[in-house]
């Protein structure tokens, strides 16, 4: 059985940093492509990040290029989405996400997902 576990939403004021933290087991992070989304009350669920199975490739949403990194720790069977210079925008429950096969930035081609984390961001 596949499970994601985020952790590491919170609070924050903006301008400030945090580190999202996605725990998989049932499921080798080292073997697939995987990606954070986010999605905001009364909005649709939207692509943040994404990193390639063996993290030689990433890719970012325009709205959080530059201020967010994706990376993976295979041996920790973790993938983390480093958020730095937040926004009030930012505020959002953010889900990790595992692809069934290969690499996608779209939603419908993520097969596993986690069940999220809170983050506000307040101005």
């Known amino acids: 059985q596949v499970q994601l576990v985020e952790s590491g939403g919170g609070l924050v004021q903006a301008g400030g940093s945090l580190r999202l933290s996605c725990a998989a087991s049932g499921l080798a992070v080292s073997s697939h492509g995987m990606g954070w989304f986010r999605q905001a009350p009364g909005k649709q669920r939207e692509f943040v990040a994404a990193?390639?199975?063996?993290?030689?490739?990433?890719s970012y949403a325009d709205s959080v290029k530059g201020r967010f990194t994706i990376s993976r720790d295979n041996a920790k069977n973790t993938v983390y989405l480093q958020m730095n210079s937040l926004k009030p925008e930012d505020t959002a429950v953010y889900y990790c996400?595992?692809?069934?096969?290969?690499?996608?930035?779209?939603?419908?081609?993520?097969?596993?997902w986690g069940q999220g984390t809170q983050v506000t961001v307040s101005s």
């Open positions: 990193i390639t199975w063996t993290g030689g490739s990433t």
């Open positions: 996400a595992a692809v069934r096969t290969g690499f996608s930035i779209t939603l419908r081609d993520y097969g596993y």
